[in-house]
DNA sequence: CCACTCTTTTGGAATGAATCAAGTTTTACT
DNA sequence: AGTAAAACTTGATTCATTCCAAAAGAGTGG
């Protein structure tokens, strides 16, 4: 499990520090963190690391692309350890639940741009935006 | 001209003010803005605008749909007031250069989403992650 | 196993977009 | 014109994120 993490720092030939086994460790059962909760699973388990490591660490396993950053327009960052199968999310606008969703048409497929003015695309990434059971019955019963 | 964006603002059944019609004003031409580049260009005209109005003003006009809200994950918010045709964006990664993009698979492609966990989705928004020209000769010539 | 170098982390302060609050002005309708 | 509700002004505040310099830790070669 621990050795697990330390196979994939080192793949990414990331130096393994405690820090990152307890971010990834955090990360591992829990789809769309944000940083606040981070910092407070990973001080459950290191009760010394500081908010400064975890945002290092986040940033450092985002670029080795260990995790993935997700940030909804208006809400705080959240991460993902669930990377490399083209997911996409649907978020509430109420409560800004977020929960996955599999790629509908086919493998990639907003991956191609009609027109991409001449950039170097490397991801597709999709946001669908509508209200969550919860937030959708409150409404209705009102 | 003025009065059109007073007619819109009427059709939304928003009052009509100095600051929301300098802000449809500086939005009309002006693809993807930031807060602080509308502020700016509202006070070239109006220069006692508060940063607050503009705020408030945007905010305003995003809920009626006359312009629309982008915030890509690590910058801040902009607008744009292309709305109501199903675009969406190509983002640089190392300079943040925005450009539009029309829908590649018909007209709203990943609208569907395969599972959508009981929510009740409305908006499907793509963005498109990549490096545009010149951050791309700028790399390859290092 | 030890020393050395480079990276990471600590702890605290700073930044900056965005929001809140109270009081004043403006708009739209009668 | 007169009035109520909505919008705006001013100024302070919040809060996620970043910057900084010093201390600690990881990995490498002896």
Redesign the interface.
Known sequence: MTSDFEAQLRAASLRVTRARLAVLAALRDRPHVDTDTVIALVRADHPTVSHQAVYDVLRALTNAGLVR???P??AT?RYESRVGDNH?H?V?RSCGAI?D?????GQA?????????????????????????GC?TERTSQ
Do not use: N
């Open positions: 950053r997700i940030q327009a208006g960052a996409h649907v509430c929960a969703v599999d790629c509908a048409v497929p907003c991956l191609t741009a009609s027109d991409d003015h001449g950039f170097v695309v490397d991801e597709a990434e999709v946001v669908y935006w509508g209200t969550c059971p959708a």
